[in-house]
Nanobody, 121 residues
């Protein structure tokens, strides 16, 4: 019914930059909040950044000031700009969205497949 596709992951050096994208497609009425999560080696999945319909956002404390989440409503796409990444930022990054289905207008929690980000010299 709805699909989230992440892109932009890869290998980046500490102090470099990387931009992740997440595009939503499918039969949905609207998309509410959208988020970026990550899961590092041996760790649980954690919320990295969240952006709300009105444009407000919140961040994991360890990435605040380095990462920026943004949203293009016309394209149903969110981005995560990663500046000055650190080795501890290495993880699979997942896009998440709260979607209102077009058929019955029910809320559906939707996840992307993830994109690998590796921070290494």
């Amino acid at each position: 019914q709805v699909e989230l596709v992440e892109s932009g992951g890869g290998l980046v050096q500490p102090g470099g930059s990387l931009r992740l994208s997440c595009a939503a497609s499918g039969n949905f009425f609207s998309i509410n909040a959208m988020d970026w999560y990550r899961q590092g080696p041996g760790k649980e999945r954690e919320l990295v950044a969240e952006i709300y319909p009105g444009g407000g956002s919140s961040y994991l404390g360890s990435v605040k000031g380095r990462f920026t989440i943004s949203r293009d409503n016309a394209k149903n796409t969110i981005y995560l700009q990663m500046n000055s990444p650190k080795p501890e930022d290495t993880a699979v990054y997942y896009c998440h969205a709260g979607v209102i289905a077009a058929d019955d207008r029910r809320y559906v929690s939707t996840w992307g497949q993830g994109t690998q980000v590796t921070v290494s010299s």
